[in-house]
């Protein structure tokens, strides 16, 4: 059995705009079912996408709050969240940040949005990927400002916090291992043992029956 994916729902508020496009929402899903299928056996983070961030200084909810695409906190229960409430989680803020870039919001991605992860959330890894160019940057945080994270030979850039690769395959944003597998989705992963028992002249259905 897969994790439950942790995305927006009608009753929940965001200061973000409505995903602009299906690749958009595409793209968020799959990196949050990615990365929750990865780590199935944790139970020590939380992952999800367009879900309100509240950082009031003044612990109020009418004020301070943004919704990142996809974000990861580390060291925390896993649990579902309305929201995520810094205050309440003993002032942590993500350690993992990606956005989705589109016309509307690529300006404030790359400016404002890219000032508050660095100087108020203190942010680890940034990271913005625009699905329709295939534009793609990464940041580390060293020394209190964002430094500009180096591709490798594969063009795939290294999250420290995750201990995972971000780099485009098949036109999307994935994550793959420090040895350089692909991170798949649980449905890719019933693909691959079905051809490995296929390889093995086994066929699947009559395990399953």
């Given at each position: 059995?897969?994790?439950?994916?942790?995305?927006?729902?009608?009753?929940?508020?965001s200061?973000?705009?409505?995903?602009?496009?299906?690749?958009?929402?595409?793209?968020?899903?799959?990196?949050?079912?990615?990365?929750?299928?990865?780590?199935?056996?944790r139970?020590d983070?939380?992952?999800?996408?367009?879900?309100?961030?509240?950082?009031?200084?003044r612990?109020?909810?009418?004020?301070?709050?943004?919704?990142?695409d996809?974000?990861?906190?580390?060291?925390?229960?896993?649990?579902?969240?309305k929201?995520w409430?810094?205050?309440?989680?003993?002032g942590?803020?993500?350690n993992?940040?990606?956005?989705i870039?589109?016309?509307t919001?690529?300006?404030t991605?790359?400016?404002?949005?890219?000032?508050?992860?660095?100087?108020?959330?203190?942010t680890?890894?940034?990271?913005?990927?625009?699905?329709?160019?295939?534009?793609?940057q990464g940041?580390?945080?060293?020394?209190?400002?964002?430094?500009?994270?180096e591709?490798?030979?594969?063009?795939w850039?290294?999250?420290?916090?995750?201990?995972?690769y971000?780099?485009?395959?098949?036109?999307?944003?994935?994550?793959?291992?420090?040895?350089?597998?692909?991170?798949?989705?649980?449905e890719?992963?019933a693909?691959?043992?079905v051809?490995?028992?296929?390889?093995?002249g086994?066929?699947?259905?009559e395990?399953s029956?």
């Amino acid at each position: 059995m897969t994790e439950d994916v942790i995305v927006p729902s009608s009753d929940l508020l965001s200061d973000e705009p409505p995903m602009e496009t299906y690749l958009h929402l595409q793209q968020m899903i799959l990196l949050i079912k990615c990365l929750e299928w990865y780590w199935r056996d944790r139970i020590d983070f939380f992952a999800a996408g367009n879900l309100t961030i509240y950082y009031s200084p003044r612990q109020r909810k009418s004020e301070h709050f943004r919704g990142p695409d996809f974000f990861v906190v580390l060291d925390v229960e896993k649990k579902p969240r309305k929201s995520w409430v810094v205050w309440e989680e003993g002032g942590k803020y993500p350690n993992v940040i990606v956005e989705i870039l589109s016309p509307t919001t690529a300006e404030t991605d790359r400016g404002l949005k890219k000032e508050i992860y660095q100087d108020i959330f203190r942010t680890p890894d940034y990271f913005w990927f625009d699905p329709e160019t295939l534009e793609f940057q990464g940041f580390q945080l060293m020394a209190g400002q964002y430094q500009t994270i180096e591709p490798n030979e594969n063009g795939w850039l290294w999250s420290k916090q995750l201990g995972l690769y971000l780099g485009i395959y098949h036109d999307q944003l994935r994550f793959f291992t420090p040895e350089g597998k692909l991170v798949l989705t649980p449905e890719e992963t019933a693909e691959h043992l079905v051809n490995k028992l296929q390889e093995l002249g086994i066929n699947p259905d009559e395990i399953s029956s």
